[in-house]
């Protein structure tokens, strides 16, 4: 095995020809929807107790990203991130995030968005949502489960009237 000095290593860099500046990096292929929410989730539960200020609804703001509260926002959180910025979140607005993301308007407000009566969530709350639209498999047998019962309940009923 042959050992190279400093003065040979800085010979064979490779500098980038657009005047050393480097453009946003791709993201590896396994890099998809699911990976960056989830990212996007254990970055809030880092602090699961601090409190994220929520954004208003899009119907109610459009492309307003100002938070309700004074506390930062799940997108001002994912904003700190730098892997997230050399990704590809260009910036802070409403579109970057749900284009990065790859959200609808709706789930983008299911996380992120509250109401007049709920200015603030815990953290760790913002990250259940953010894991149950990255993968709402859980939430739907829940559903399907309670709808179960219901009919077999019904049925009962109907059965024993």
């Not at 953290?123 to 219901?150: F, H, K, S, Y």
């Amino acid at each position: 095995m042959r050992h190279n000095r400093p003065s040979e290593t800085r010979a064979t860099r490779r500098v980038p020809k657009s005047g050393g500046q480097f453009g946003p990096v791709s993201p590896p292929p396994s890099d998809d929807r699911r990976s960056r929410l989830e990212r996007w989730a254990s970055l809030l539960e880092r602090d699961p107790h601090q409190l994220v200020a929520l954004l208003c609804p899009s119907w109610a703001a459009g492309e307003d990203i100002a938070p309700m509260a004074a506390s930062p926002s799940a997108v001002d959180l994912a904003w700190a991130d730098p892997v997230f910025r050399v990704t590809g979140l260009a910036r802070r607005s409403r579109g970057d995030v749900k284009a990065f993301f790859q959200l609808s308007d709706a789930e983008l407000d299911r996380i992120a968005a509250g109401s007049w009566r709920v200015r603030v969530r815990p953290a760790w709350q913002v990250a259940a949502r953010i894991r149950n639209v990255a993968d709402p498999r859980p939430e739907r047998l829940i559903l399907v489960g309670v709808m179960v019962m219901i009919a077999s309940v019904v049925g009962a009923a109907q059965w024993l009237g």
